[in-house]
Nanobody
């Protein structure tokens, strides 16, 4: 079983930046396409960014140009750099494979508010 542990969430003002981290208990990033998801209050969980095994990236329109996903296979960690944050980015952020193969971690909370 693979454990996914997200971290890096915080309270930040609009326009600010955060970097989220997702550490896996074993090396899965060379096997699976990995994604960052978020779930805002009262909404369904959505995929906002993913990176393929080959390093290609894809973003939801709502975050394109502001968020960047990248991975470090040596550290079994995938990151989400979030810039120009908006209040609508407020959510709990999770990582998982693109097909959500593994059990969800506890996520990391991002709150964008002045």
């Amino acid at each position: 079983q693979v454990q996914l542990v997200e971290s890096g969430g915080d309270l930040v003002q609009p326009g600010g930046s955060l970097r989220l981290s997702c550490a896996a208990s074993r090396n899965i990033f060379s096997i699976y396409d990995m994604g960052w998801y978020r779930q805002a209050p009262g909404k369904q969980r959505e995929l906002v960014a993913f990176i393929t095994r080959g390093g290609s990236t894809n973003y939801a329109d709502s975050v394109k140009g502001r968020f960047t996903i990248h991975g470090d296979n040596a550290k079994n960690t995938v990151y989400l750099q979030m810039n120009s944050l908006k209040p609508e980015d407020t959510a709990v952020y999770y990582c998982n494979t693109v097909r959500a193969r593994f059990a969800w971690g506890q996520g990391t909370r991002v709150t964008v508010s002045s």
